[in-house]
């Protein structure tokens, strides 16, 4: 009986080990739901030089397709791996690794991803990458910027053109999301997938229509933050001008039933509207702040009174990177101060309903930790 028995756990071995595929980063489209990722290098070798590599993978199943990056090391600022969430380059960015930065866990909206991998010849590759494959959960419904109102606690919002175009010329759509089981609802921008033109406008409200409370304005530049109803709704007002378009918006959206205590807003251009939250330079609570930047943003009391701003933590380059602040909506109002290096603003109060934030930063790669 136990010599069965470790024949049967045997077998079972060398079947997992048969089933459990590797596939070495090339230019051939796969289709699976399982098995290993890895650089051109394979398991145990390095990966080449000059290499420019794209390959996308596809659920065979209908699903949706994610890979778990247990390990991650490239040549850090020569060579990179693109991930973008669909069947080509042209499909939103979900990010750009080099170094030791991982991708970590990386799931595809529908049923694909594509990954472009691009080496210099410097003669300093290093180990890659391993990552295994999975199939997850059926895809997101895809809902394109439209007119009316959708009810759905799932899926992934888009300006009118989709996933793999630029937005068009023109545009005035008005569009809401109500949640379908009477909960709050909640949009998670692609940041490294969002992208305005100067003269086009992304609005948003807090409520069934464009006359609800405004939550905030994207325009060019602008970082999207996580944004959550106080009731079942969110609406959505897109405008464009008549010039030229950019790639657009990439917004998953769920059903919550907690609403966050409090909005963290990384430094970007727009408008938003609050009364609460956490303000930080546009590398976010935990990263430098960008080099070469210029991003102006205004922020508005959403209940008609004074707003403040109590920074309690300060750091630029010296001399070479400055906030300033103005009183009031634009930089045509008084200038409440210029600040750099260790200075910090201390506490700063509007005397109307608004301030407004000018960060402009150099290109002499001296970032630092910026605010909070």
């Known amino acids: 009986?136990?010599?069965?028995?470790?024949?049967?756990?045997?077998?079972?071995?060398?079947?997992?080990?048969?089933?459990?595929?590797?596939?070495?980063?090339?230019?051939?489209?796969?289709?699976?739901?399982?098995?290993?990722?890895?650089?051109?290098?394979g398991a145990g070798g390095n990966y080449s030089d000059n290499l420019s590599f794209t390959q996308t993978f596809t659920s065979d199943n209908g699903n949706r397709i994610s890979f778990d990056f247990s390990s991650f090391s490239t040549y850090n600022g020569n060579d990179y791996l693109r991930i973008y969430d669909g069947p080509g380059t042209s499909s939103p960015l979900i990010g750009t690794y080099s170094g030791?930065?991982?991708?970590?866990?990386?799931?595809?909206?529908?049923?694909?991803?594509?990954?472009?991998?691009?080496?210099?010849?410097?003669?300093?590759?290093?180990?890659?990458?391993?990552?295994?494959?999975?199939?997850t959960t059926p895809p997101l419904t895809v809902f394109n910027m439209n007119t009316g109102t959708v009810n759905a606690c799932s899926g992934v919002f888009y300006d009118n053109a989709g996933a793999n175009?630029?937005?068009?010329?023109?545009?005035?759509?008005?569009?809401?999301?109500?949640?379908?089981?009477?909960?709050?609802?909640?949009?998670?921008?692609?940041?490294?997938?969002?992208?305005?033109?100067a003269g086009d406008s992304l609005f948003v409200y807090d409520g069934p229509g464009s006359s609800s409370q405004p939550m905030a304005i994207f325009v060019a530049s602008s970082y999207a933050e996580t944004l959550t109803s106080t009731g079942t709704c969110l609406t959505f007002k897109f405008t464009s001008d008549g010039t030229t378009s950019t790639q657009g918006w990439q917004a998953a959206f769920a059903c919550t039933s907690v609403q966050p205590?409090?909005?963290?807003?990384?430094?970007?251009?727009?408008?938003?509207?609050?009364?609460?939250?956490?303000?930080?330079?546009?590398?976010?609570?935990?990263?430098?702040?960008?080099?070469?930047?210029?991003?102006?943003?205004?922020?508005?009391?959403?209940?008609?009174?004074?707003?403040?701003?109590?920074?309690?933590?300060f750091s630029t380059y010296n001399s070479s990177d400055y906030l300033r602040i103005y009183d009031g909506p634009n930089n045509t109002y008084p200038l409440i101060g210029t600040y750099s290096g260790g200075t910090s603003p201390g506490i700063v109060t509007s005397t109307g309903t608004s301030l407004t934030f000018n960060f402009t930063t150099n290109n002499a790669a001296s970032s630092a930790a910026g605010w909070a």
Do not use: H
């Not at 410097?122 to 890659?128: I, N």
């Not at 709050?184 to 490294?192: A, E, G, M, P, W």
């Open 165 to 197: 175009a630029n937005y068009p010329n023109n545009e005035n759509r008005e569009q809401t999301f109500c949640s379908d089981n009477g909960e709050f609802i909640q949009f998670t921008f692609n940041n490294i997938a969002f992208g305005l033109i």
């Open 261 to 313: 205590s409090a909005t963290n807003y990384s430094m970007s251009s727009g408008v938003r509207y609050t009364c609460g939250g956490s303000f930080f330079d546009d590398g976010g609570s935990a990263g430098d702040y960008n080099d070469a930047a210029i991003r102006t943003q205004t922020f508005y009391s959403n209940n008609g009174n004074r707003i403040r701003f109590s920074f309690t933590a």
């Open 100 to 135: 030791g930065s991982s991708p970590g866990i990386v799931s595809s909206t529908g049923t694909s991803l594509t990954f472009s991998f691009t080496t210099n010849n410097a003669g300093s590759s290093t180990a890659g990458w391993t990552a295994s494959i999975t199939c």
């Open 1 to 41: 009986m136990k010599i069965k028995i470790l024949l049967a756990v045997a077998c079972s071995f060398i079947l997992l080990a048969a089933e459990a595929q590797t596939f070495n980063m090339s230019n051939t489209p796969v289709s699976t739901c399982a098995g290993f990722f890895y650089d051109n290098g």
